[in-house]
Nanobody, 123 residues
Framework: QVQVVESGGGLVQPGGSLRLSCAAS????????MGWYRQAPGKQRELVAV???????NYADSVKGRFTISRDNAKNTVYLQMNSLKPEDTAVYYC?????????????????WGQGTLVTVSS
């Protein structure tokens, strides 16, 4: 019914930049929050950054000042600009859409996850 698809991952050298994109599609009326999480090998999934439909943002301490999250509500798309990348940023990055209201069932709030995109920071 609703899906989110990430793009933009890849291999980058330390100090480099990448921009991730995530588009939500389906019979969407609104989405409260869209965000990025990541999971490194052997570690738990953690929040990277989240943005609400009103533009409020929250970042993990480890990425503050380096990553910027933005959103296009009209396109149901969220972006993550990642600068000054470090090897410890290597992980699978997952897009999350929370508080999704669909036109076919407006009384429900859905949460949808993407399949993930791999970001590798290495020289």
């Amino acid at each position: 019914q609703v899906q989110v698809v990430e793009s933009g991952g890849g291999l980058v050298q330390p100090g480099g930049s990448l921009r991730l994109s995530c588009a939500a599609s389906g019979s969407i009326f609104s989405i409260y929050a869209m965000g990025w999480y990541r999971q490194a090998p052997g570690k738990q999934r953690e929040l990277v950054a989240v943005i609400t439909s009103g533009g409020s943002t929250n970042y993990a301490d480890s990425v503050k000042g380096r990553f910027t999250i933005s959103r296009d509500n009209a396109k149901n798309t969220v972006y993550l600009q990642m600068n000054s990348l470090k090897p410890e940023d290597t992980a699978v990055y997952y897009c999350n859409a929370e508080g999704v209201v669909v036109t076919t069932d407006p009384n429900r709030y859905l949460e949808v996850w993407g399949q993930g995109t791999l970001v590798t920071v290495s020289s």
